[in-house]
């Protein structure tokens, strides 16, 4: 972040990793979100990240290196089964980083959320930390190949535990969900 002429700042805090697991759910503006979800979170986690990734030069080393779970979003059997990986890892006690969007925003704005990360939640009874990434989409676009200067803020939201969602439908966790994000954004 600091070479591509990023500050960094952290609003919220990072939740205790003692009492972890965790699954992250935050938006996703820029290739920068994982450079600000390990700078603002204290211990291991991993997640689920696009194919593409891993063909990348450096890039797609230090993805497979840290654990990412690779996912082929087009294909419907390919991505269940790399949730399935998640889950797993969840219920070994590894945390784990998933964008609900699936991809990175081209305008800006959230996209749709899609439903893989909320069967995981609900298939493993993990406490979700909402997390809202702000700046990085003004520092680095998708559809650009400039990098921008600016700040680059993670700011954590209240954990939802199991018992805050445990009787909510899918649809409800993925708006609440979204709700929150959009509120940590929004600030």
Do not use: C
Request: aromatic share 10%.
């Amino acid at each position: 972040m600091i070479f591509g002429g990023q500050w960094f700042r952290i609003k919220g805090t990072a939740p205790d990793p003692k009492n972890g697991p965790y699954l992250y759910m935050m938006n996703h503006e820029s290739l920068f979100d994982a450079f600000m979800m390990v700078a603002g979170i204290r211990h291991y986690f991993t997640g689920v990240g696009a194919i593409e990734q891993f063909s990348y030069p450096v890039w797609g080393y230090l993805v497979k290196k840290y654990g990412v779970i690779p996912i082929i979003r087009q294909q419907v059997d390919n991505a269940i089964s790399s949730l399935i990986k998640a889950e797993e890892a969840i219920k070994e006690g590894v945390s784990m980083m998933i964008a609900p969007e699936g991809t990175r925003t081209i305008t800006g704005e959230l996209s749709p959320f899609k439903k893989g990360p909320f069967h995981v939640a609900q298939n493993t009874g993990i406490t979700i930390i909402p997390v809202g990434l702000i700046g990085a989409y003004k520092a680095k676009s998708k559809n650009d190949w400039r990098i921008r200067p600016g700040i680059l803020t993670t700011v954590f939201g209240d954990p939802i535990e199991k018992k805050d969602y445990e009787n909510l439908s899918l649809d409800e966790l993925r708006n609440l969900v979204k709700v929150k994000i959009t509120e940590l954004i929004e600030v």
